[in-house]
């Protein structure tokens, strides 16, 4: 008798136990604070964040208007009025950049939320796309006349050097990424890390697999680079997977290794989201914890989740559950 009711008290602490402290896997949805951003019913998306202002590329007056919002004050406000087409925005303190084509290309603009004016970045007859910006520098991907991305650029406000920092890089997805003097794109085979101090170029490639084709989507932020490959070789997956370089170990791993197909890396310090599954319609978004090593679901239902964007602790996506894409934040907790 005396062993049976010490086993059910092991059992029955065992179970309180589980309860207070739940194993962590990529099913398990954080304890989080969610939120509708837009309720408009056009299109939102293309979402960036800095600290407590969000932008995104809004579809309610005909055609594409750069939209922000503060999370404090939660008010909304129209950046462009224009009735040409803006896209892309990217933002850095009060500073935003975006394309617009009002000029019958697109060129870069950029609009100061301190002084409420907006400045013409790019002047070209070519399409400047892809705009990132950090501190005072400004960076875009030129297209060329057949409408493919070609170089990427970099321009110091402060300074007005413009430089010209890939050429006809094979295959170039476009897409590119900027943290301090760091500029990260990718091309048919590898990831690409600029260094603006030192003019310098590396290749960033993957270990222990045969290789790492069709790089995309690169981020870079703090000490890591994150971007998505297909890795090919034995016990690869064959599906997009995420990989994660360290600036401060000068290695590279893979993050995920699995059927699904995971795209849009985003980071920010020590904290990585993405997209998973996007390919079947109902895409959600994953978070990873490079301290802890965990990963946390923070999206699970039949909707379509697309366009993490993440500073600090707070992620904004898009979200099609109301018949529309919307953007939505959530607020995730200290792990």
């Known amino acids: 008798m005396r062993k049976n009711l010490k086993l059910n008290f092991l059992l029955a602490?065992?179970?309180v136990l589980v309860i207070i402290n739940p194993l962590s896997d990529a099913r398990a949805v954080p304890q989080r604070i969610t939120a509708r951003i837009t309720a408009n019913p056009a299109d939102q998306y293309e979402p960036a964040i800095w600290e407590d202002?969000?932008?995104?590329?809004?579809?309610?007056?005909g055609n594409g208007d750069i939209y922000a919002y503060d999370l404090d004050t939660k008010t909304e406000r129209r950046i462009t009025t224009d009735p040409a087409e803006e896209s892309g925005p990217a933002i850095?303190?009060?500073?935003?950049?975006y394309?617009?084509?009002?000029?019958?290309?697109?060129?870069?603009?950029?609009?100061?939320?301190?002084?409420?004016?907006?400045r013409q970045i790019t002047s070209t007859n070519e399409d400047e796309l892809h705009p990132v910006i950090f501190g005072d520098l400004v960076g875009w991907t030129l297209y060329n006349s057949s409408h493919l991305p070609q170089d990427v650029y970099l321009l110091n406000l402060q300074t007005g050097e413009l430089r010209k920092i890939s050429t006809n890089a094979p295959d170039f997805t476009g897409r590119i990424d900027l943290f301090q003097a760091r500029v990260m794109w990718a091309d048919q085979h590898f990831?690409?890390?600029y260094n603006a101090r030192t003019g310098e170029t590396r290749q960033l490639s993957v270990p222990l697999?045969?290789?790492?084709d069709s790089p995309r989507y690169p981020a870079v932020d703090g000490r890591f680079a994150v971007w998505t490959g297909r890795p090919t070789g034995p016990y690869t997956s064959g599906s997009f997977e995420v990989a994660l370089y360290d600036f401060s170990t000068n290695?590279?791993?893979l993050l995920t290794n699995d059927?699904?197909?995971?795209?849009?890396?985003?980071?920010?310090?020590?904290?990585?989201?993405w997209v998973e599954d996007a390919d079947m319609g109902d895409g959600d978004i994953i978070l990873y914890d490079i301290d802890s090593g965990r990963t946390h679901r923070l999206t699970n239902d039949s909707f379509q989740q697309d366009d993490p964007a993440i500073w600090g602790r707070r992620v904004v996506y898009t979200d099609n559950r109301n018949g529309d894409r919307d953007i939505y934040l959530a607020v995730v907790p200290a792990f």
Request: aromatic share 10%; hydrophobic share 40%; glycine share 4%.
């Open 92 to 97: 850095f303190r009060e500073r935003i950049v």
């Open 13 to 15: 602490l065992a179970a």
């Open 99 to 118: 394309s617009s084509r009002r000029n019958g290309n697109y060129d870069i603009y950029l609009y100061n939320l301190s002084t409420n004016t907006e």
């Open 251 to 253: 290695l590279t791993r």
């Open 191 to 193: 990831a690409q890390l």
């Open 209 to 212: 697999v045969q290789s790492f």
């Open 53 to 61: 202002i969000v932008v995104w590329t809004d579809l309610r007056n």
């Open 259 to 273: 059927s699904v197909e995971q795209s849009k890396p985003a980071i920010s310090g020590d904290r990585i989201v």
